[in-house]
């Protein structure tokens, strides 16, 4: 990560490690939000309810897949498996 900020903006490696880096901020906290915005009486078998819930985790499966394609997340052994709300390694 500290590689990525401190880059050389003309350096076009390094443009692409921060734009993956923002993807993968923007897809977390979007399942995040989406997540949070669930209300608790709709109860489990709701459709909305299983329709944020799926979307918020293929999200953050498009994350830890962005985060293990060499975005420059290091040795992450996040699994794709792993709840939004646990606040997986990436």
Do not use: H
Request: aromatic content about 6%; overall charge negative; proline content about 1%.
């Amino acid at each position: 990560m500290y590689d990525a900020v401190g880059c050389d903006c003309d350096d076009t490696k390094c443009n692409e490690t921060l734009r993956d880096a923002q993807k993968m901020f923007l897809l977390k906290r979007s399942a995040e939000y989406g997540l949070k915005g669930l209300d608790s009486t709709q109860g489990p078998d709701s459709l909305i309810l299983q329709s944020v819930v799926q979307d918020s985790q293929s999200k953050y499966n498009k994350a830890l897949e962005l985060c293990r394609t060499g975005c420059g997340c290091g040795s992450s052994t996040g699994s794709a498996t792993t709840s939004s709300t646990s606040g997986g390694s990436y």
